[in-house]
């Protein structure tokens, strides 16, 4: 007697929706596994980058405000001849961010055989966002510049090349010293106020924005300024300085 055949089974529709179902939760988990760590990721690499930025700037700026100077260098006899002027002029700009203008002897030349000093011109100052970004809304965001002349002209406030140092900043927030009285102030005017006078230390307050929600990166430094009052050339000791204030 011949044996009866098997009966051939195959994969039934329902069969078919359950494996495609299980087949994109799959999918859907590791995608979703994936897409957290790249935004984790993101994130540590935009924190990161944020504090590389506030640290960087708050280094320079104490470098190269710790070098400023003011000069009594200057033709007395006939002024028409002047051709150069220094200052160190802080200004309170409140809720949109300080400024400060003012002259220092830490240029660095960059190229060959170039006809400069390491004098220089330089300002920092809050700026509207470089790029086309917006933090939220309609609010655009805010950097801190910094401008640079290699050349001291009578016009120290502008000219030069200007650079971003820090984007997204939230406060940039600047004070100074006056060793005459002891207090501190919100602005400074070598040229008004405090004729001819450095004050003896400057407050830097930086805060950056997160790439991330949470509160701003915050930087504070205080910068000593080794010179008191302006150069004088030509004394009797050969020192070419104003002795220092007690």
């Known amino acids: 007697m011949k044996p009866p055949r098997r009966a051939r089974r195959g994969i039934t529709l329902i069969e078919v929706l359950v494996a495609l ?5 799959v999918a859907s988990l590791v995608y979703g596994s994936f897409d957290a760590m790249r935004r984790t990721r993101a994130g540590v690499d935009g924190a990161s980058e944020r504090f590389f930025q506030g640290r960087s700037a708050i280094s320079r700026m104490a470098r190269e405000v710790q ?3 003011l000069s009594m260098h200057r033709p007395l006899l006939n002024p028409g001849l002047q051709v150069s002027q220094t200052i160190f002029r802080g200004t309170d700009g409140g809720a949109t961010g300080d400024r400060l203008d003012f002259t220092s002897f830490s240029h660095r030349r960059l190229g060959f055989g170039s006809h400069e000093s390491d004098q220089n011109e330089l300002s920092y100052f809050v700026t509207t966002g470089s790029k086309a970004r917006q933090a939220e809304g309609d609010r655009s965001t805010r950097d801190l510049a910094r401008r640079e002349s290699a050349v001291i002209d009578m016009e120290p406030t502008t000219g030069g090349v200007s650079q971003v140092l820090a984007e ?3 406060e940039f927030d ?4 006056d060793g005459a009285t002891g207090d501190w102030l919100d602005h400074w005017d070598s ?4 004729f001819e006078r450095l004050p003896r230390y400057v407050r830097i307050e930086l805060a ?3 790439s991330l929600p949470g509160p701003p990166y915050r930087f504070v430094t205080k910068v000593p300024i080794a010179l008191r009052g302006p ?3 030509g004394l009797p000791e050969g020192l070419g300085l104003t002795p220092p204030e007690p």
Do not use: H, K, P
Not at 21 to 25: D, M, S
């Open 21 to 25: 179902a299980i087949l994109g939760l």
């Open 67 to 69: 070098s400023s100077f």
């Open 168 to 170: 997204d900043i939230v």
């Open 174 to 177: 600047l004070s100074y010293l």
């Open 191 to 194: 040229s008004a106020e405090q």
């Open 208 to 210: 950056i924005a997160r």
């Open 231 to 233: 150069l004088v050339f």
